[in-house]
């Protein structure tokens, strides 16, 4: 959709230069009681990498891939699949339909609805308070900013520089949550979230895939029960898994400039470390991704680009006079979650408007204005078979910072919740408490059904529930919340022996 405002207009109060979901949420924030105007400016679909390329797509993937699986582990459901596969083709078809066709006018529409102007096209910072923008059609275009700029211009996967595998045309984030083409073999790289989640809907889908992997351990950050749990289950799914394993070379005979989720070539032909060759049809890099700050003008207000842009807790860029730049999102690099970026965004948005109106940020544990939740607070779910839901502190990280820790595990599969959930329920918890203070700092949630129990969690954590007033939460029967009871049961037993 063609998304125009005036033409002839230059000013706003606010520029976000970006219009990914947390671009949208500084807009809003910014904007909806404050009497402020904000312009959004967008070189692509507004929306962002997640509503159409990243979370959303992926998740629609997924979501086939833990029926079924469930679904199997049923029995009086199990005989009606026996062993068909996924139907790949609706599969897509439903993806297509989640992302909108590629289509953003609901999200423009939304935008105009609340009053947030959005021009299309490549912006870039042009000193203070001032954004250059280039449309398709080359035409430059000069905004200026009242009060702020909201710098939300995300990032992009980072390939590693393996001889040939740029050259091979390699599947990056975009083309496998996009894919159109279910390639017969594939190689997946790395061991993060993206290439876990890929390689799940992947083998769903029914490619052989393989994870190839440097580390010792898939989901290194997380506690290391995720990655046995993860691993585990790509084996038991018949996903071949490589661990301490680098590509040394890539060789593709004929590479084709096939679109986004298409074949990009031939044949590949990869050198593992070791010596070992491996053939496949399309590789998957999901090796990090770097903050898109190249090209954004950081150096006409005397900042250096590359790399993520350092933000206060105010989500004001540090090095620049006057709190009038903002960051968010995976461009500030503080976490790269799509929650996490619009949660850094509705804290810049209020504090652009108390700003404008000459209020005080004040200070204290919780206000509107500064980020908490990136310090050690930050929740997230993974979406692999079986399902990862975790937030705060692992048990590493706690030694790291020298609390008093005590740790408790629990085996979920021993839940009345989960026991009728599916047979054969594989699961794990795992919390981790600051003894002196007794309060849970993290959890880590493994099986089917954690994604929703997560919240649960990120509240104890964030608000301190101390563990005697845990013991008055009282989990419903039969959920796989019941996790809660049984954890602080262990946590009684282990502190009476
Ligand atoms: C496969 C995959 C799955 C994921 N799944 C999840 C998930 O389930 N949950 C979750 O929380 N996170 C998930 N993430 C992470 C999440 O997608 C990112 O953290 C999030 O999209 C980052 O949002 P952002 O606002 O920083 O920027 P982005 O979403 O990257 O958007 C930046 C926007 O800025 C625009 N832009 C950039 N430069 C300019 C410029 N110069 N001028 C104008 N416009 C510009 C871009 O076109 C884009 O629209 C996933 C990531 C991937 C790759």
């Not at 000013?11 to 910014?30: F, K, S, T």
């Not at 661990?243 to 400039?257: C, G, P, Q, W, Y």
Request: proline letters at 4%; a negative charge; glycine letters at 10%.
């Amino acid at each position: 959709m063609s998304a125009s405002v005036d033409p002839d207009r230059s000013e706003w109060d606010v520029i976000v230069l970006g219009g990914a979901a947390a671009g949208e949420n500084a807009a809003q924030y910014a904007t909806q009681f404050s009497g402020l105007d904000a312009v959004i400016v967008e070189q692509g679909l507004v929306g962002g990498e997640c509503s159409y390329w990243a979370c959303m797509p992926s998740k629609a993937l997924l979501r086939p891939v833990e029926v079924l699986s469930a679904a199997r582990d049923l029995p009086g459901v199990s005989e009606l699949i026996g062993d068909r596969a996924l139907d790949s083709k609706a599969v897509l078809a439903r993806r297509d339909t989640v992302v909108k066709h590629l289509d953003d006018s609901s999200q423009v529409q939304w935008a105009l609805g609340v009053g947030i102007d959005i021009v299309r096209g490549r912006g870039r910072l042009d000193g203070e308070r001032a954004v250059v923008v280039v449309d398709s059609a080359g035409r430059e275009r000069r905004l200026t900013a009242r009060h702020a700029v909201v710098l939300d211009t995300g990032s992009t996967p980072f390939i590693p520089s393996v001889p040939g595998l740029r050259e091979a045309r390699p599947w990056v984030s975009r083309d496998v949550t996009n894919l159109h083409d279910v390639p017969t073999r594939v190689v997946v790289l790395g061991g993060g979230v993206v290439a876990c989640e890929a390689a799940t809907w992947l083998n769903g889908l029914g490619a052989e895939t393989t994870v190839v992997h440097r580390g010792e351990r898939v989901l290194a950050k997380n506690e290391p029960f995720v990655s046995d749990l993860v691993v585990g289950s790509f084996r038991e799914s018949e996903v071949g898994v490589r661990l301490r394993t680098s590509v040394t070379s890539v060789r593709r005979a004929d590479v084709n400039r096939a679109g986004v989720g298409h074949l990009h070539g031939g044949e590949l032909t990869m050198t593992l470390s070791g010596g070992d060759m491996i053939t496949a049809d399309e590789i998957v890099v999901a090796t990090g991704r770097t903050a898109n700050s190249e090209g954004i003008g950081l150096e006409t207000v005397g900042l250096d680009p590359g790399g993520p842009v350092n933000v206060d807790d105010h989500m004001t860029v540090t090095g620049v006079a006057g709190d009038w730049l903002y960051a968010i999102g995976d461009l500030c690099g503080r976490a790269l979650l799509t929650h996490m970026g619009k949660y850094q965004a509705r804290i810049a948005g209020n504090v652009i408007a108390a700003r404008a109106a000459g209020r005080p940020l004040g200070d204290g544990p919780f206000t509107p204005y500064a980020d908490v939740a990136d310090h050690d607070l930050v929740p997230q779910v993974i979406f692999t078979d079986p399902e990862i839901g975790l937030v705060g502190l692992t048990e590493a990280q706690a030694r790291a910072r020298n609390l008093d820790v005590e740790v408790v595990e629990y085996d979920l599969a021993a839940l009345a919740g989960t026991y009728v959930l599916r047979d054969n329920y594989v699961g794990r918890a795992k919390l981790v408490l600051d003894r002196s203070a007794d309060v849970v700092v993290g959890a880590t949630f493994a099986g089917t059904g954690v994604a929703e129990l997560t919240h649960s969690a990120t509240m104890a954590v964030v608000a301190k529930i101390p563990v005697p007033v845990l013991w008055h939460v009282v989990p419903s029967y039969p959920t796989v919340s019941e996790a809660w009871l049984r954890l602080l049961e262990t946590l009684n037993a282990v502190r009476h022996t």
